[in-house]
């Protein structure tokens, strides 16, 4: 069984980048492009991972690390425990504040908001796009968390008998996933994945990389761009 979810997940994903997008399964028609986003992520990624996981018996993931990851957490110095609420929230404080510094910055010289990478194709075009937007970044740091951070990489570690060769895969999956932001972008991106697995390590609860990257994105996506267009707009007038 092991052996056939492995292929399947590893199929899944290459067939995912091939297309280069994720699968539009769900025919719902929604006006809001970030709403249509924000469902086909739960479908491709959330449903996807948690089949998987209970395929091969590790959906306990969700609430603690599985044993395949322990000997890496411990090489890696962030055993279960190790990072605490407080190192969590001063990261996120002081990365939020930097980004909306620069998109201050560069608001008031004409600019558009700050990102890693070229993130246009993704980013609100009206405050209309800004709920939507809210909704499309619950959903990827919900879902693709459960994918990248935990089917994709038990599956390989399982397999390979690596947590190492699982989170390697995973990250460099998920950076790859996001090419359409440019060789900068993906780069931003791995470095992210590889932060974000060592912060489920170093607590042992996928939650908090999930509310992490769910924060991430709705600063990208929701904060930055409100800061940036409330900014034109005053001196506009």
Do not use: C, K
């Amino acid at each position: 069984m092991l052996a056939i979810i492995l292929v399947l997940t590893l199929a899944y994903q290459i067939a995912l980048l091939r297309r280069g997008r994720m699968f539009v399964w769900a025919r719902v028609r929604f006006e809001a492009r970030h709403l249509r986003w924000a469902l086909t992520l739960w479908i491709g990624y959330g449903l996807v991972a948690l089949a998987g996981l209970a395929a091969v018996q590790r959906l306990s993931g969700v609430w603690r690390l599985p044993a395949e990851f322990w000997a890496l957490a411990v090489v890696a110095e962030v055993p279960p425990g190790s990072i605490g609420a407080d190192t969590v929230a001063i990261g996120l404080v002081g990365g939020s504040l930097l980004g909306l510094l620069l998109t201050w910055w560069r608001a008031r010289r004409g600019r558009a908001p700050w990102t890693a990478g070229d993130a246009r194709a993704v980013m609100p075009t009206s405050d209309a796009d800004l709920w939507p937007a809210a909704a499309l970044a619950l959903s990827a740091g919900t879902a693709e968390e459960l994918f990248y951070r935990l089917h994709l990489p038990v599956v390989v570690a399982m397999a390979s008998g690596s947590g190492l060769a699982g989170v390697i895969v995973a990250n460099t999956a998920f950076a790859a996933m996001h090419r359409y932001q440019g060789w900068i972008g993906v780069a931003a991106t791995f470095v992210g994945g590889a932060l974000l697995s060592a912060l489920y390590m170093g607590t042992g609860a996928l939650w908090v990389p999930m509310a992490v990257h769910v924060l991430v994105d709705l600063n990208a996506l929701v904060l930055r761009p409100a800061l940036s267009a409330r900014v034109r707009r005053r001196l506009s007038s």
